[in-house]
């Protein structure tokens, strides 16, 4: 009789084990797929870093699943957000990639946006930098010359609750009279209007910069003021280490005031410049994924930051900026997590009032 | 001794009909078939290819995967018209627009795998598709 049931016993254990769905269990992903929504067209800035990311991340990611890059372009990428807030599981077989026009809209409280960063787990993060620049025609030769300067500038501008909110912010903070000419459709559009002399003053994201600004200043046709920064490992804002002999915006103000700045204007152009460019990309599991999955990602991540080929790929093509994993990524995004209510509210108000934008 | 005769029956006999069940889908019905109407496609920007499936399950959303030219694997549903969801009779029928993956020299020319897939990416048919040089 015992070993009849001990027949029933293995005929049990075949049975489940043929019929039973497979699930990802001790982080191991052998025979998986994991899909990676880019809430962005395929060829932009977020389609090309993931697609720079995901060979390495199926090199590193145990049991080498296959990275699936889902582009969800439109709404300004608050579409393939939302996406994934309501249909991502935290099974490890879903993660985002979100940019800086996927932030800021959650930060200025968009009515449409449904995904919430705070419930998230970040696995890594990508910083970008970015430096602006003024023709030098108006006798402004560095920052410096900016002090008391009460000449009008024009910016040509995407739009006052893009990217943009940067240089507009910082460009108010400095006391600097910058009409934003809205309706251009990049820094590219923007960096020609510079050259045609449409407008005076710019900023391109540091990889254009140096390809398409620094012959300008050669040829005397810019001239460099400041850089927004970086972020150092404790989060503040330091040089950019691209263009180390410039100023970061913070430094900057304190050169033309003689303090640091300070106040919700100040703490909200921090947290959009962590959200914009210091942690502009950056990928994410969902709501409930468990420590060990989380720990995996993290893990595999920090590998392919380490990885001497992948070191090659960020020189290239990331612009050199060290990759943040893991805790670094997690220390840096709470800065814009951590952005006081009035904070927002004062940088929202600030846009309607003098942009004429109704954002909420 | 009967006893255990009879329980190796037992066991023979449940593997058999859960593996007829398992494995023997269909049971005659044809597998789930990936038709290039366009098998060869000239290298443009205004590139398309059009696609049919056959013997799906009527009313499945079929998910169409693209390997490009880096070997990165794309779920290109968003350049998809219409998005492909299976008839009552299993057959759909798409265009990819695949103007922008030629655009960013994500296809050169060669051949490449497109695979039809369920929703949770578990591959159903595939097929490959011929980029040539522009004429």
């Avoid at chain 1, 023709?135 to 002090?147: A, C, R």
């Avoid at chain 1, 900057?252 to 919700?264: D, I, N, T, V, W």
């Avoid at chain 1, 900026?321 to 840096?332: E, F, N, S």
Wanted: with cysteine; aromatic share 12%.
């Amino acid at each position: 009789m015992r070993k009849y049931f001990l027949f029933l016993g293995i005929a049990f254990f075949l049975v489940t084990s043929m019929t039973m769905v497979p699930t990802v269990e001790g982080a191991d992903f052998s025979g998986k797929t994991i899909k990676w929504i880019i809430p962005f067209n395929v060829g932009g800035g977020s389609d090309v870093w993931a697609r720079l990311y995901s060979p390495f991340l199926q090199k590193y990611l145990p049991g080498n699943p296959i990275v699936v890059v889902k582009n969800m372009p439109g709404g300004g990428s608050i579409i393939g957000g939302n996406y994934f807030h309501v249909r991502a599981k935290p099974n490890g077989l879903t993660v985002f990639g979100s940019s800086g026009s996927t932030s800021f809209p959650y930060l200025l409280e968009n009515p449409k946006v449904k995904y919430d960063f705070a419930k998230y787990q970040i696995v890594f993060a990508t910083p970008v930098g970015g430096v602006c620049y003024i023709n030098p025609e108006l006798g402004v030769k560095s920052v410096k010359d900016l002090k008391g300067f009460k000449k009008p500038l024009q910016y040509a501008s995407q739009g006052a609750t893009s990217l943009d909110i940067i240089p507009l912010l910082a460009f108010e903070m400095l006391g600097l009279d910058v009409k934003a000419v809205f309706g251009y459709k990049g820094r590219g559009p923007g960096r020609v209007a510079f050259e045609q002399g449409e407008v005076n003053i710019d900023y391109q994201t540091t990889p254009a910069y140096i390809k398409n600004v620094r012959p300008l200043i050669k040829q005397g046709k810019a001239a460099p003021l400041m850089s927004w920064g970086a972020l150092d490992a404790n989060g503040n804002i330091v040089r950019d280490p691209v263009e180390p002999d410039l100023p970061s915006m913070p430094e900057a103000y304190e050169m033309l005031y003689g303090k640091k700045p300070s106040g919700p204007g100040f703490n909200a152009w921090k947290a959009f410049f962590v959200a914009g460019f210091g942690m502009q990309k950056a990928m994410w599991l969902p709501e409930k994924t468990s420590k060990d999955i989380v720990a995996t990602y993290r893990d595999a991540a920090a590998k392919v930051i380490a990885d001497a080929e992948f070191k090659e790929v960020v020189k290239k093509s990331l612009g050199g900026y060290p990759q943040l994993a893991g805790k670094d990524a997690v220390v840096g995004f709470q800065q814009v997590l951590d952005v006081p209510k009035k904070d927002r509210g004062w940088l929202i108000n600030w846009i309607e009032t003098k942009y004429k934008v109704k954002i909420r | 001794m009967k006893k255990l005769w009879v329980a190796v029956a037992t066991m023979v006999l449940i593997i058999g009909l859960v593996g007829c069940s398992t494995f023997g889908s269909g049971g005659g019905k044809p597998a789930p078939q990936l038709v290039l109407v366009t098998p060869e496609v000239a290298l443009d920007k205004k590139a398309t290819v059009d696609l049919q499936g056959l013997n799906f399950k009527p009313g499945q959303e079929v998910a169409l995967l693209f390997i490009d030219v880096n070997g990165v694997t794309s779920d290109i549903g968003f350049a998809l018209d219409p998005q492909p969801v299976a008839d009552k009779a299993g057959s759909w029928a798409t265009t990819w627009n695949c103007g922008r993956f030629v655009d960013r020299k994500l296809i050169k020319e060669g051949t490449y795998t497109i695979k039809a897939a369920d929703v949770d990416y578990n591959v159903l048919a595939e097929a490959t598709v011929n980029f040539m040089a522009k004429k």
